[in-house]
């Protein structure tokens, strides 16, 4: 068989393994948080009789032995049944798949335009080494670095809603309203702006950065000289024969990235309301929703196994110096 | 006797009435619209019974009806569901004739038998006070299918506050055909939880988990001409300022139950198009304090307690940390009651000097370091004002030499901390009065709810046998008058004896815009069915 059919099935199954432990460490972890789900439920109704709890606590499966419920999880994982989430009332696979659309939405249109304009800025700056444009990049990427993510959302929304009044100010699309299909999309694109802008301009500047560096490492190169030396534009060189050897880290960074892809953003998506995976999350912590959160725990860490097995085959693609054993 | 102090009742309640009825025309100043709201967190069920939580109680209101409406701060009970009702002279039979035309969200009639099961089998059993609304309810019998009569061990005072919307919802009986209503897993989970069948004016239309909620006319509903709107939404928006600004835009029209930060509601307030209002909560009543663990010196002697309030400037913290939008704490019924309140209360005094002089007493002197003894507190983990709350406690408390460490815990650490283990010196919190101080305020300070694992109890270990005995004898007695001179001693004994320190009586602060109108009707406007709100 090839070396690398060999490699790719090694690394899935590799998978299953990996995935267990994390789950494992998750539900660990998870019972050291301190309150249960029966406590808040209670608590939120403004208070409860203790035989309300324990019922309650009862009928959620909480009220058994630590190692019993560990086997339960465990034997439902492997029949990929992730289980009901005993605070929304709803199975926790409906939950992920409601908000998985939005998420990805929203991930993949920011990173994308991130890595687009992150790469070509990066390439600008470096080609352009200290002249102005270089320090003009450098400086905006060490702004979008620094900004903090909510307070940016929050000027933006300040000022394209209630300044200029031409962008809505937060929820992924206008609701109740009956349109068709290509009005829908745009309005959804009016609603993705803002919040690709705030989270696109945090990731913007890290590839910019990289890519900057990358390239000036790369430009110290022999074949760098040697293109030269044929007789190559400046703008050939940079673009064609330093830009592609530079690509690497800046794919490892993007990989890794991707891979977090599932977690959603929580900043963005609180201060505009997105319906993402990041915010459900949070509120599951919060509400010791256990199910939910071992649910959501486990698909993103499968999503991120995937996605290295992923980049690392790309890198092979990308550098053929690469060999897979 | 009894009838001439019920008659003076009545006709003070209708004075209140008069003055709240100016929204309450029985016309719609407009038919239709969306009425877009917001509220932070997102409701996990559509029903009260799943969890009577703010968010749950606001939406399922519009969608579940009880017995009766009510008019007013007082709750000045009117029909609903029930057309009308008779009360027997010892006031442990009540006669309820209910309406003949009205019809579930799916069509199917309603009738006498789903009030039974309702009380029976879903709110007695499984509603957060559901004992003690109906833990005296001896029989309930439907000799036909539109009466319903309750039979009562004893006469319970407060009987007709129970029937709001948020309470006591009707749920239908055919909708539990097929469940297991004898545990608690099997009435959360059933799909009318998250799918309602109501009789209320507007049904679920869609529900986007994360991003919005949409409910509809109900075209068959009973009251012709009603409701005005066509719609309610409620937007999901978790950030605060991102909630001011969709009201402020324009974009929402009402965020009710101070959904917004303080400062935001301060700011909106100044805006011509935006109404505010601290009226239509008077039978939530919201009260907060610092629960104290009284197991365990210094805590346990009472002029400790007393130097710590005497410590703690209570307008100041309704002014700087709550901007303005409460009152300073007195006792443990607010002052918006408008017939229990303790009127000859005296507000409790801020004076360092004082408090120093009475821990010297006590006999907690300064250390060398000025420490006269060291303590943890706890804060209720609801937003930033908790948290600046702790710090300007452990600020003031520092100055008359108590060295306090503030603990940060989430909402189910903090559970856990304060009412499973105990294991706290002073938390702050607040609790609901309800409708009747039987109801809120009796859970915090008898000694018959000490529980270990019931939360919003008496956490403090808090034990008077005299006001244990009051409490008894308020939740059973009719006559208003003795009522009233039971809970003014009540209300004395606990504003003397600090087992919690009273700080501030909050209040819910709703902010709409003022082309809405007929939101405040009552002491539950945001838990009424909104069947006669318009908008222009």
Known sequence: MPAKLWFVLKRVLQVVPVVLAIAALNFLLLHLAPGDAADIIAAQSGGASPEFVAELRRSFGLD???????????????????????????????????????????????????????????????????????????????????????????????????TFGILPSGGMMTIGAVMSAGARALDIARHLLLPTLTLGLFYMAIYARLMRSSMLEVYTHEYITTARAKGLSEARVGLVHAASNALLPVVTLAGVQIGHLLGGSILVETVFGWPGLGRLVFDALLQRDLNLLLGILFVSSVVVVLINLAVDLLYGFLDPRIVHK | MICNRSARLILAASFILASWSAAGAQQCGKTGGTLTYVYHPEPTALSTIATSAVPVAIISTKIYESLLSYEGAALTPKPSLAESWTVSDDKKTYTFKLRHDVKWHDGKPFTAEDVAFSVQKIVRPYSSRGKVYFGDLAALETPDPYTVVFKLKDAVPFFMNVFQPGETPILPKHAFDGIDVGTAAGVRGAEIMQKPIGTGPFRLKEW??????????????????????????????????????????????????????????????????????????????????????????????????????????????????????????????????????????????????????????AGYRRGADGVRFKMTQNFLPYGENWLRLAEYIRQELGKIGIAVETQSLDLGGWLKAIYTDWNFNITSTFSHNYSDPSIGVERTFTSENIKKGATFTNSMGYKNPRVDE??????????????????????????????????????????????????????????????????E
């Open chain 2, 470 to 535: 009051l409490f008894s004898k308020v939740a059973r007695e009719n006559d208003v008058a003795v009522r009233k001179k039971q809970f003014d001693e009540i209300q004395q004994i606990l504003h003397d004896d600090l087992p919690v320190i009273f700080l501030m009586e909050m209040s819910y602060t709703h902010v709409w815009n003022k082309r809405v109108h007929g939101l405040i009707t009552n002491g539950i406007s945001m838990y009424s069915s909104w069947s006669g709100v318009w908008k």
């Open chain 1, 64 to 162: 058994r032995p630590l190692y019993q419920q560990f086997l339960v999880y465990i034997a439902r994982l492997l029949t990929f049944d992730l289980g009901w989430s005993n605070v929304q009332q709803r199975p926790v696979f409906d939950l992920i798949a409601d908000r998985v659309p939005a998420t990805l939405l929203l991930m993949m249109t920011g990173i994308t335009l991130a890595l687009i304009f992150g790469t070509l800025l990066g390439i600008l700056a470096a080609m352009r080494h200290r002249r102005w444009t270089d320090s003009v990049v450098s400086v905006l990427a060490l702004l979008a670095y620094a900004t903090p993510q909510f307070w940016l959302g929050l000027m933006l929304i300040v000022l394209f809603s209630i």
């Open chain 2, 208 to 361: 986007r988990k994360g991003s919005h909620i949409i409910l509809e006319r109900n075209p068959g509903y009973w009251d012709k001409g009603r409701p005005c709107l066509d719609q309610v939404v409620l937007r999901v928006l978790p950030d605060g300022a991102a909630r001011a600004i969709a009201v402020e835009t324009g974009e929402v029209d009402l965020a009710p139950m101070s959904g917004l930060p303080e400062a935001e509601i301060q700011r909106l307030s100044k805006l011509p198009q935006i109404v505010t209002s601290r009226e239509g909560a008077e039978a939530l009543g919201p009260n907060m304090w610092l629960e104290v663990n009284l197991r365990e010196k210094p805590l346990a002697d009472v002029k400790v307690r007393q130097a710590i309030s005497m410590a703690l400037d209570r307008q100041r913290i309704v002014d700087v940390i709550w901007y303005g939008q409460g009152t300073p704490g007195i006792g443990p019924i607010v002052s918006s009651n408008p017939t229990f309140f303790n009127k000859a209360l005296k507000p409790y005094e801020y004076s360092p000097a004082k408090a120093n002089a009475l821990l010297d007493e």
